[in-house]
């Protein structure tokens, strides 16, 4: 049977149809929730999926605010983040993932976004940044690294994060490791599906025999 195949190159798409194809390859993604602050003190917290770890030592992670879709500006998030050097990730459990989906609301600029959506504002300890209460890890970062790919609607920067501090619930770390069934995270899918990475969970043991 003859395999069939579509050909895209991306650059010939509109840059919605291009996220399209890059969402609905990527997954399950994890979810940084974005605690900032702004240069008045407001708060301001945004998930964001385009995330991931580089590195244990030292400790980087990254995610990538993408321009607004309506006018190429950048989001709130990145502005506090360029202004104050500082960001909380927040990990999302399943009982806190629908007022986490309510901060990608596109609030105005001064209204605190964790207050709007009713979840709890808690002092961080290494960054003037608030995390947020309910989330049962907390990863403090401080700004590494910013890089733009360029300023419309569309296009996205990568932030660098170097983790300075972590908090986790008590109760959910044992033998230096995290019980994920107690951290119930969830992931995003393409669209508006999400998934609880506990459904369906399978082990597979990594062999050490080398050829
Ligand atoms: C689960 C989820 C994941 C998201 N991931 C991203 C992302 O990776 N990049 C991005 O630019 N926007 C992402 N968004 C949209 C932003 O959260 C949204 O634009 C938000 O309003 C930005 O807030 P801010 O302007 O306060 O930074 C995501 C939304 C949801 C609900």
């Known amino acids: 049977m003859v395999k069939k195949e579509l050909e895209i190159t991306p650059a010939t798409l509109e840059w919605q149809d291009a996220y399209k194809l890059l969402v609905g390859s990527i997954l399950p993604r994890p979810i940084a929730f ?8 407001t708060a301001n917290a945004a998930p964001f999926s385009f995330f991931t770890a580089i590195c244990a030592d030292p400790m980087l992670i990254c995610f990538s605010p993408m321009r607004r879709g309506t006018d190429g500006a950048k989001k709130d998030t990145l502005v506090n983040i360029e202004n104050t050097r500082q960001f909380v990730i927040n990990i999302v459990s ?3 993932a629908s007022k986490m989906n309510d901060c990608a609301i596109e609030f105005p600029t ?3 976004e964790i207050e709007e959506v009713g979840l709890t504002k808690e002092r961080s300890i290494k960054v003037s940044v608030p995390r947020i209460k309910e989330s049962l890890v907390h990863l403090e970062c401080e700004l590494y690294q910013v890089l733009h790919f360029g300023d419309k609607p569309g296009a996205g920067s ?3 994060g170097k983790v300075i501090h972590v908090h986790v619930n008590d109760g959910l770390y044992s033998h230096g490791r995290i019980d994920t069934a107690q951290l119930a995270p969830i992931g995003r899918m393409a669209g508006n599906i999400f998934t609880d990475p506990l459904a369906k969970t399978f082990e597979m043991l990594r062999k050490t025999e080398k050829r």
């Open 34 to 41: 974005v605690s900032t602050m702004d240069r008045k003190g």
């Open 110 to 112: 001064d209204v605190d």
């Open 94 to 96: 399943e009982g806190m």
């Open 158 to 160: 990568l932030v660098i």
